[in-house]
């Protein structure tokens, strides 16, 4: 396979308390420098808690915020929104609410016309035409067309969000929570459609959750972050099975189970670090029971061979294995 999508040291930092005149109190580092590879046709998921920088990778990679530095290349080529018609035919966004991203004054009809004229110059027949194909594909009524998206259930509006993002022909989807303002049986039609366009179509997937069990039904590799830093990364299987940072151990630990009471961790803390005075060495030593001088000291960096973890002490095969016997039971 080849790779799609690259990102070099891809940074994104807010000023904060900024005065009107004179320096911000203060710099924010929403997303530390990440390195990734995407390879075409697969589904890369991207998992962590909220506030670790998910989102506002996901719009740093559609041009929706400008990156403080680092770069991001598609098939070889710096992504460039100086042109939004060839900005736009690369890649597109699928909103986690969306409702409220369809404009209300709209009729879908327009909603969906719009990518076909302004990146693709279509006609009005070719339009028509190319708007019933896309609606059949996403299962929907060309009825709905002349409706305002109001008149919609959640995943009916989801539908539609999907079916806009193919308008534009693009080959990669971020999908920033795409199910987790639906109902259960919803999030499982949704989920099945996406896979189905991507089999047929030949996309390519960056599926944003904190949900870790829609994130591994749907996904080839997976993504931690935490603390805006990419902590593990690896093939699905590897990463729920046999996890090797302490935090994707955390985070499996702490996903519901039926039968398992909900238990928080204790004796450790429990929230991030204040984005404000971050902490020395690895952020998460002070939730880690496996902390020790090295980590108040050194930034881990990733390592390892396929499955990589940023840490001091990545967890050995037992450890991993005790983690998946415990979250089963």
């Not at 680092?70 to 098939?75: F, K, L, Q």
């Amino acid at each position: 396979m080849s790779t799609v999508l690259k990102l070099d040291g891809l940074t994104k930092s807010f000023p904060v308390g900024k005065r009107l005149l004179g320096k911000p109190r203060g710099v924010v580092h929403a997303v530390q420098p990440v390195d990734l590879e995407v390879q075409q046709g697969e589904t890369l998921g991207i998992v962590g808690e909220s506030g670790c920088g998910k989102s506002t990778l996901a719009r740093m990679l559609v041009g929706l915020l400008p990156p403080t530095d680092g770069s991001i290349e598609i098939n070889g080529a710096p992504l460039d929104n100086a042109d939004p018609s060839e900005f736009g035919k690369k890649i597109q966004y699928v909103f986690q609410d969306p409702i409220s991203s369809l404009n209300p004054r709209k009729t879908i009809r327009q909603v969906m016309e719009a990518p076909l004229k302004r990146l693709h110059g279509m006609n009005r027949a070719a339009r028509d035409k190319r708007i019933a194909e896309i609606f059949a594909s996403v299962n929907l009524r060309e009825e709905f067309l002349d409706r305002y998206p109001h008149e919609f259930s959640g995943g009916q509006a989801q539908r539609i969000g999907i079916a806009r993002a193919l308008a534009a022909e693009a080959s990669i989807l971020i999908l920033d929570e795409p199910v987790s303002a639906l109902d259960v049986s919803v999030q499982a039609q949704v989920l099945n459609l996406l896979a189905d366009l991507k089999k047929e179509l030949g996309l390519t997937y960056l599926f944003i959750s904190h949900d870790l069990a829609v994130v591994e039904a749907v996904s080839d590799r997976v993504a931690v972050l935490y603390f805006g830093a990419v902590v593990e990364v690896g093939r699905a299987e590897e990463i729920f099975r046999a996890p090797r940072h302490p935090y994707t151990q955390l985070l499996a630990n702490s996903a519901p189970v039926v039968g398992r009471a909900l238990t928080a961790p204790e004796g450790r803390e429990t929230e991030l670090p204040d984005p404000l005075n971050p902490p020395s060495g690895c952020a998460f030593r002070a939730r880690c029971p496996h902390a020790s001088e090295i980590c108040a000291k050194e930034v881990p960096q990733l390592s390892g061979q396929g499955h990589r973890a940023a840490c001091h002490h990545p967890l050995d095969q037992s450890s991993a294995t005790e983690t998946e016997v415990s979250s089963q039971g």
